[in-house]
Each structure stands twice: as structure tokens, then as C-alpha cells.
């Protein structure tokens, strides 16, 4: 894009950022009282620092600063605990100064959980980032929540162990941002999504207190606190510690490719595989524009053009059943088995993302996940297809379903927008296909969210999701967090006084 300011954000250079981006940065006391609480190295307020926390991963973030404009404020600082003890200070502090604060994982979120949007005190976790403990008899590891995700997963496996959650975004996440955002892995058909794998947490609430939900298998005092966290992204209290269940690592892995004549075909013969209780711990079903992407040099996808990938993994005895069974469903659905290279591909960039190179080239690239039923489902497909293809004539719309349940599944999209030459017409446009598609959703009794969780961008939508539920949501919110001081103004909740709205 011609004209554009993009502000560096290393060196000496980052005198560039205008004098008002800077404003709102701590005063001289209270650098100094942090500092006190986490040491020198563990205070960042140079304007490159705040910057670069300026935003997540939330695609309207990057289309904004691609232009020279800040999505919402800079941070007033940035804080970096090493141990619960020193962010339990912190929260003491901002409660004092009556300073809002925002738990920041790794800043992978797409929805805009630790935007900024009052310049509000970051505080990074990841400098807690141990395995605490691995107990072999109850299958469980515990984490500290500022570990990397990949690291932590690297760790477990050279222990023999999987936890079972890959997200794509796994080396770029850490395992606090999982829980935070009830996020899914790529082989959530066979080890659950986040909230079916947190067995206990310690958190502190946006109070300083501390809450420990003990690690036990399942309990019957009442509604789960445990839940009132997982999910809770940032705006109940900070997440410090998880015990997760884990697995041993699967000794025999399979990877299988079908072809099937229709979306349709497709939809019923994995429900038919989840529904006669077989768990291949990977499907993915594509439409018929993200099979031919992937498809295009294989003779059987020129008659039946819709992509599945299975994978089968286990107990080699097991596996083999699993998947002579599935295969044998899908067969009766007309799906046929053929080349193997789009399951290799996949295996080989799994964790890698597709939308940088696409938003750096001046799209609108933009993924959206939502939950729907199997009635629901084809219908629901069908109708964003549509109404998505009518805002534009250039527009893209792709979908595949990688996460899938006996109820439904997870219909996963990705909207592109071209480039064009006005920025706002665009961003409007943007906004316009994902308003389209969460109300379509909605319209077909689906969930809005499956894995990113609201953040920021998704507040317009999450009342008529959840209904009264939102103002319960509001009055624990008030009740544990008088003062607005935890992530304000994300998950559909109050913002702060004074904040910018998007
Ligand atoms: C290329 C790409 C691929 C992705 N693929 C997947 C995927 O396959 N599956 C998936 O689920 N997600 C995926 N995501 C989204 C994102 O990676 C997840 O939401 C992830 O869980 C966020 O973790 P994080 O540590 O980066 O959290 P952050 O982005 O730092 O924070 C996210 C939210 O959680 C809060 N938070 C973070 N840590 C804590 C804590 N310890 N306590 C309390 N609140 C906290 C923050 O305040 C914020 O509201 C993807 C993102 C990208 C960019």
C-alpha cells in the first residue's frame, strides 16, 4: 500500500510514533512502586514496549496499524512478574492506584482480548512459564500459565506424553491464552476441547485474593467455579496454574484421505463415525473451494470434489478398528480413498499461518469460527456462503469443519476482502461479513464463538447469544471487580469511562 507509515518497533527509530500515541504512560511514582514489585528489567514504558503491545492478533488490529493508525491506545507500561507472588503485588497495586490492568499470554488472541483500550497496564506472564509437577499416576501435568505452548508440549512429549491440545497457533500461544479463551486443538474429536482437559487451576481475582479449584476428577458442590474461569479471558482474574489431563503418546499414528461426491456425503458420514462413538483423534471436512486449493493435481476430486482428511491414533489394535470402521462409513457415504498427499501437507504445516501473507499483501483476510448443530449446518453453511458472496464481487469465502461432536461441529471460515484503495469503506465492508455471519449463525441456532473466544470484537453479538446470561455475567463481574480494574470492556462487559470503542 502506497503512502503508508508503519512504525517500526525496534531502535531508535520509534521516535516516528506520533506524540499522542505516547501520551498516557506511567507516572515517575508509579514506575518506581512497580519496579520495586518486579524489578527494573521487569517495567517496560519506551514507547517501541508499548507499541508492540499496542494490539493481538485480531486481524481489524493489523489492518489499522498496515495504514499508520493505532487500533485503540498504547499500553501505559507493560509488567512482567516472574512468580505468582509478584502478580499477586501487582493486582494489590493496581487496586491501590486504581489502575486497570490486562493478562497478556502471548498475544495470539484474534479477537482483541488484550487490546488496550484506555491504556491500561499489560501484564505479560510469561516469565511464568515452569512445569510444576507431572504425576504419572493420575495422568496429570501441572503448568505454570505463562509456559509457550509449544515448549510445553515438547516438554510432555519427551516425557512420553501428549496433553492433547495442538492448536495451529500452539508455538505462538501459552497455556494460560488456552484456558483464558477455551480454545480447541486439532485433534479435539479425540481429547476434547480446553475445558474438557483443566481437571484444576489457581487463579488470582482481580482483588488480589487467591481461588484454587484442586485438581480432582470430577465433584458435585455446585456450579464449576472451574468454568467461571475457563473462558473467563481475562476480565475475572488472572489464571496462574493449571493441571491438565494427559495422555501417553500414541504408539501408532494413521493418516487417511477421501473424496466425496457432496458437502452433504461429507457431514453425514462423520457424523455417522462420531455417532457410532469412534474417535479418529483428527477430521477435517473442506468445502468444495478449500478442497480444490488443496486437491488440484489428484483425478479423484475431479468427480467428487470435497476433501477429508482422518487421522487414526492409539493403540495400534485399536487404531486399525477405528479405522477400518470409519472408513467402511464413509464408503457408504461414496466417499472414496485416494492419494494421501493433502493428509501428508496438512501433517507438515499444521502450525503454520496462512493470513500474515495475505494481510501484508493489502487483503482483508479474516477467519471466523462459529458451532453449529448437524440440522443446522448445511443450511447455515449455505446461506453465509450466500450472503457473504453479496457483499462483494471479489470477495472470498472458504470453510472447513475440524472440530467435530455427536451434537455438530465447528465451521471454521475464512473471508477476504481484496485490497482497496479506501480503507474505511473496507473496514466497514469487513465488519459487515462478520456481522452477516455471526447473525446467520444465530439464526441457525449455532454458537457464535467454538475456540477464539469474544474478546473485543465479537461484544455486538454475544448479548443475543447468551441473553440474561450476559447481565449474570455483569453482576459477577460487578460483584468481584467494583472498580473496573481487570480487562474492561471485553467478553460484553462495561468498559471503563472514557475507553475507545471500536
Ligand atoms: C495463526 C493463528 C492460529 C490460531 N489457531 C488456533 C487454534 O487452532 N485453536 C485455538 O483455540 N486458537 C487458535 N488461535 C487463537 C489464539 O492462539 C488462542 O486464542 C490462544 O489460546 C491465545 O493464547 P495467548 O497466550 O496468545 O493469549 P493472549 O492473546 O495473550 O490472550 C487472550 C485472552 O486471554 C487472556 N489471558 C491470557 N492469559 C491469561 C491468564 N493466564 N489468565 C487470565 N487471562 C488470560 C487475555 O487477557 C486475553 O483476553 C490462533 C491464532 C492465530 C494467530
Same mark, same amino acid.
Given at each position: 500500500?502506497?503512502?503508508?507509515?508503519?512504525?517500526?518497533?525496534?531502535?531508535?527509530?520509534?521516535?516516528?510514533?506520533?506524540?499522542?500515541?505516547?501520551?498516557?504512560?506511567?507516572?515517575? @511514582?508509579?514506575?518506581?512502586?512497580?519496579?520495586?514489585?518486579?524489578?527494573?528489567?521487569?517495567?517496560?514504558?519506551?514507547?517501541?514496549?508499548? /507499541?508492540?503491545?499496542?494490539?493481538?492478533?485480531?486481524?481489524?488490529?493489523?489492518?489499522?496499524?498496515?495504514?499508520?493508525?493505532?487500533?485503540?491506545?498504547?499500553?501505559?507500561?507493560?509488567?512482567?512478574?516472574?512468580?505468582?507472588? @509478584?502478580?499477586?503485588?501487582? !493486582? @494489590?497495586?493496581?487496586?491501590?492506584?486504581?489502575?486497570?490492568?490486562?493478562?497478556?499470554?502471548?498475544?495470539?488472541?484474534?479477537?482483541?482480548?488484550?487490546?488496550?483500550?484506555?491504556?491500561?497496564?499489560?501484564? &505479560?506472564?510469561?516469565?511464568?512459564?515452569?512445569?510444576?509437577?507431572?504425576?504419572?499416576? &493420575?495422568?496429570?501435568?501441572?503448568?505454570?500459565?505463562?509456559?509457550?505452548?509449544?515448549?510445553?508440549?515438547?516438554?510432555?512429549?519427551?516425557?512420553? /506424553?501428549?496433553?492433547?491440545?495442538?492448536? %495451529?497457533?500452539?508455538?505462538?500461544?501459552?497455556?494460560? $491464552?488456552?484456558?483464558?479463551?477455551?480454545?480447541?486443538? %486439532?485433534?479435539?474429536?479425540?481429547?476434547?476441547?480446553?475445558?474438557?482437559?483443566?481437571?484444576?487451576? *489457581?487463579?488470582?481475582?482481580?482483588?488480589?485474593?487467591?481461588?484454587?479449584?484442586?485438581?480432582?476428577?470430577?465433584?458435585?458442590?455446585?456450579?464449576?467455579?472451574?468454568?467461571?474461569?475457563?473462558?473467563?479471558?481475562?476480565?475475572?482474574?488472572?489464571?496462574? %496454574?493449571?493441571?491438565?489431563?494427559?495422555?501417553?503418546?500414541?504408539?501408532?499414528?494413521?493418516?487417511?484421505?477421501?473424496?466425496?461426491?457432496?458437502?452433504?456425503?461429507?457431514?453425514?458420514?462423520?457424523?455417522?463415525?462420531?455417532?457410532?462413538?469412534?474417535?479418529?483423534?483428527?477430521?477435517?471436512?473442506?468445502?468444495?473451494?478449500?478442497?480444490?486449493?488443496?486437491?488440484?493435481?489428484?483425478?479423484?476430486?475431479?468427480? *467428487?470434489?470435497?476433501?477429508?482428511?482422518? *487421522?487414526?491414533?492409539?493403540?495400534?489394535?485399536?487404531?486399525?478398528?477405528?479405522?477400518?470402521?470409519?472408513?467402511?462409513?464413509?464408503? @457408504?457415504?461414496?466417499?472414496?480413498?485416494?492419494?494421501?498427499?493433502?493428509?501428508?501437507?496438512?501433517?507438515?504445516?499444521?502450525?503454520?499461518?496462512?493470513?500474515?501473507?495475505?494481510?501484508?499483501? $493489502? /487483503?482483508?483476510?479474516?477467519?471466523?469460527?462459529?458451532?453449529?448443530?448437524?440440522?443446522?449446518?448445511?443450511?447455515?453453511?449455505?446461506?453465509?456462503?450466500?450472503?457473504?458472496?453479496?457483499?462483494?464481487?471479489?470477495?472470498?469465502?472458504?470453510?472447513?469443519?475440524?472440530?467435530? /461432536?455427536?451434537? $455438530?461441529?465447528?465451521?471454521?471460515?475464512?473471508?477476504?476482502?481484496?485490497?482497496?484503495?479506501?480503507? &474505511?469503506?473496507?473496514?466497514?465492508?469487513?465488519?459487515?461479513?462478520?456481522?452477516?455471519?455471526?447473525?446467520?449463525?444465530?439464526?441457525?441456532?449455532?454458537?457464535?464463538?467454538?475456540?477464539?473466544?469474544? $474478546?473485543?470484537?465479537?461484544?455486538?453479538?454475544?448479548?443475543?447469544?447468551?441473553?440474561?446470561?450476559?447481565?449474570?455475567?455483569?453482576?459477577? *463481574?460487578?460483584? !468481584?471487580?467494583?472498580?473496573?480494574?481487570?480487562?474492561?470492556?471485553?467478553?460484553?462487559?462495561?468498559?471503563?469511562?472514557?475507553?475507545?470503542?471500536?
Amino acid at each position: 500500500m502506497s503512502g503508508v507509515t508503519v512504525f517500526p518497533v525496534d531502535g531508535a527509530s520509534h521516535d516516528a510514533i506520533p506524540a499522542e500515541w505516547r501520551a498516557h504512560t506511567l507516572s515517575d @511514582a508509579h514506575r518506581a512502586q512497580l519496579v520495586k514489585l518486579v524489578g527494573e528489567g521487569g517495567v517496560l514504558t519506551a514507547p517501541a514496549d508499548r /507499541y508492540t503491545y499496542c494490539r493481538d492478533r485480531l486481524p481489524f488490529g493489523t489492518f489499522r496499524l498496515r495504514v499508520g493508525k493505532l487500533p485503540a491506545t498504547l499500553p501505559a507500561a507493560i509488567v512482567c512478574p516472574a512468580d505468582e507472588a @509478584a502478580l499477586q503485588a501487582v !493486582i @494489590a497495586w493496581a487496586v491501590e492506584a486504581q489502575i486497570a490492568l490486562i493478562p497478556f499470554g502471548a498475544g495470539s488472541g484474534v479477537l482483541g482480548g488484550t487490546m488496550p483500550l484506555n491504556c491500561e497496564v499489560m501484564v &505479560d506472564l510469561k516469565r511464568m512459564n515452569r512445569i510444576v509437577e507431572i504425576n504419572e499416576i &493420575d495422568g496429570t501435568v501441572t503448568v505454570q500459565a505463562g509456559m509457550n505452548g509449544g515448549q510445553f508440549e515438547a516438554a510432555l512429549n519427551a516425557r512420553g /506424553y501428549t496433553a492433547g491440545h495442538l492448536p %495451529q497457533s500452539i508455538n505462538m500461544s501459552t497455556v494460560g $491464552g488456552w484456558a483464558a479463551c477455551r480454545g480447541a486443538g %486439532q485433534a479435539s474429536s479425540r481429547y476434547g476441547k480446553i475445558e474438557d482437559m483443566v481437571v484444576g487451576l *489457581k487463579a488470582l481475582l482481580p482483588n488480589a485474593q487467591p481461588l484454587e479449584v484442586r485438581a480432582v476428577a470430577r465433584r458435585a458442590v455446585g456450579p464449576s467455579i472451574k468454568d467461571l474461569m475457563v473462558g473467563s479471558e481475562g476480565v475475572f482474574g488472572f489464571i496462574t %496454574q493449571l493441571t491438565l489431563r494427559m495422555w501417553r503418546l500414541p504408539a501408532h499414528e494413521a493418516g487417511a484421505v477421501l473424496a466425496f461426491p457432496t458437502l452433504q456425503a461429507g457431514f453425514d458420514a462423520l457424523r455417522e463415525i462420531i455417532q457410532s462413538e469412534l474417535r479418529p483423534a483428527v477430521m477435517r471436512l473442506y468445502d468444495e473451494m478449500e478442497s480444490h486449493q488443496r486437491t488440484k493435481d489428484i483425478a479423484a476430486f475431479a468427480h *467428487k470434489p470435497i476433501l477429508c482428511i482422518l *487421522k487414526f491414533s492409539g493403540l495400534r489394535e485399536l487404531a486399525e478398528v477405528e479405522q477400518r470402521l470409519s472408513l467402511a462409513i464413509c464408503a @457408504a457415504h461414496g466417499g472414496e480413498l485416494t492419494d494421501d498427499g493433502p493428509y501428508r501437507h496438512w501433517e507438515t504445516t499444521r502450525y503454520q499461518s496462512y493470513s500474515i501473507q495475505w494481510q501484508t499483501g $493489502g /487483503y482483508y483476510m479474516d477467519t471466523i469460527e462459529v458451532t453449529g448443530t448437524w440440522t443446522g449446518l448445511p443450511h447455515m453453511y449455505a446461506a453465509m456462503s450466500e450472503a457473504v458472496h453479496a457483499l462483494h464481487p471479489d470477495i472470498h469465502f472458504g470453510a472447513h469443519w475440524s472440530h467435530i /461432536y455427536a451434537e $455438530g461441529a465447528c465451521q471454521y471460515m475464512t473471508v477476504r476482502l481484496p485490497p482497496m484503495p479506501d480503507d &474505511d469503506v473496507a473496514l466497514a465492508l469487513h465488519r459487515k461479513a462478520w456481522d452477516v455471519v455471526e447473525r446467520l449463525c444465530l439464526a441457525h441456532g449455532g454458537s457464535i464463538a467454538h475456540h477464539h473466544g469474544a $474478546g473485543l470484537f465479537r461484544n455486538a453479538w454475544l448479548r443475543e447469544e447468551l441473553n440474561t446470561g450476559m447481565d449474570v455475567l455483569q453482576i459477577i *463481574k460487578d460483584g !468481584i471487580d467494583p472498580g473496573n480494574l481487570l480487562n474492561p470492556g471485553k467478553l460484553g462487559l462495561r468498559a471503563a469511562p472514557g475507553a475507545i470503542v471500536l
